[in-house]
């Protein structure tokens, strides 16, 4: 029997992030081949899902991805690409879990009896990279497939929980925002003739032509970002009264 706590170096106080797959690994040894092939790819299946939501934003639209087997990444297949394509899993555990797949396919296809000794299968369990932790050499191909993918599976259980203390993604879009041409005086001079527009558009402007005008002011106040770095004390004064003006009349909406 495989004891994960010790032969993964797990520390036992870590429950909470390893509570599911310390589960899985103390009751594989007694399953059969097929209860074995199908624990490990349905575990490694919710892994994946879990790991890709760990990395997305948390919303909505990121359950509507992966969430149900009709999801665009629903099932096992789908969620293998999409972690290699995002860097999430490296090649050799992405090989792997290809590896998994075609032999769960297997055993979740044939009504008749399969096992470890057709050489399709044994093919797929030769192709598995060795356990990370194990000391032993698997006796067995059904030693090496259960040792190597739950060393697989405590390694994507990890970087879940890394992902996860990280808080995921950041928000990596952004919008085109275009900068001034020409010297400080001449950018300055062009930024506060715009902001005078705008402003004065706002006094009489309804409906879509005001929400252009919020927008356009919004724009302009992203836009100075972009202006030429201010050298003097007359420059930085200059800059700061547009941001204040700017932020007044945005507050006014």
């Known amino acids: 029997m495989l004891d994960s706590d010790k032969d993964s170096g797990l520390d036992p106080t ?3 992030v390893f509570r599911d797959i310390n589960i899985l690994g103390r009751t594989l040894s007694q399953m059969d081949e097929r209860g074995l092939v199908l624990s490990l790819a349905a575990f490694a299946e919710d892994a994946l899902g ?26 096992f297949s789908s969620r293998i690409k999409a972690a290699y394509s995002l860097g999430l899993v490296t090649k050799e555990q992405f090989d792997d879990l290809e590896q998994l797949r075609k032999i769960r396919n297997y055993f979740a296809h044939a009504w008749q009896p399969i096992g470890f000794d057709d050489q399709r299968i044994a093919g797929h369990i030769r192709s598995l990279r060795f356990s990370s932790f194990g000391e032993d050499f698997p006796e067995s191909p059904k030693e090496k497939l259960r040792s190597s993918i739950y060393s697989l ?4 259980n990890s970087v879940t929980n890394r992902i996860a203390e990280k808080g995921g993604i950041q928000l990596k879009g952004y919008d085109l925002i275009t900068g001034f041409t020409g010297e400080f005086e001449e950018q300055i001079e062009e930024v506060t003739k715009l902001f005078d527009k705008i402003a004065l558009s706002l006094e009489t402007s309804s409906g879509e ?14 836009r100075l970002r972009l202006m030429t770095s201010p050298k003097t004390d007359a420059q930085h004064s200059a800059v700061l009264l547009l941001r204040k003006n700017i932020s007044a009349r945005l507050a006014q909406r």
């Open 14 to 16: 870590e429950d909470n």
């Open 153 to 156: 599976l405590v390694a994507l």
């Open 209 to 222: 032509r005001y929400a252009f005008d919020c927008a356009e002011l919004q724009r302009l106040q992203s």
């Open 50 to 75: 879990s790991l890709l939501k760990a990395f997305m934003l948390p919303t909505a639209t990121t359950a509507q991805l992966v969430d149900g087997f009709n999801a665009p990444l629903g099932n």
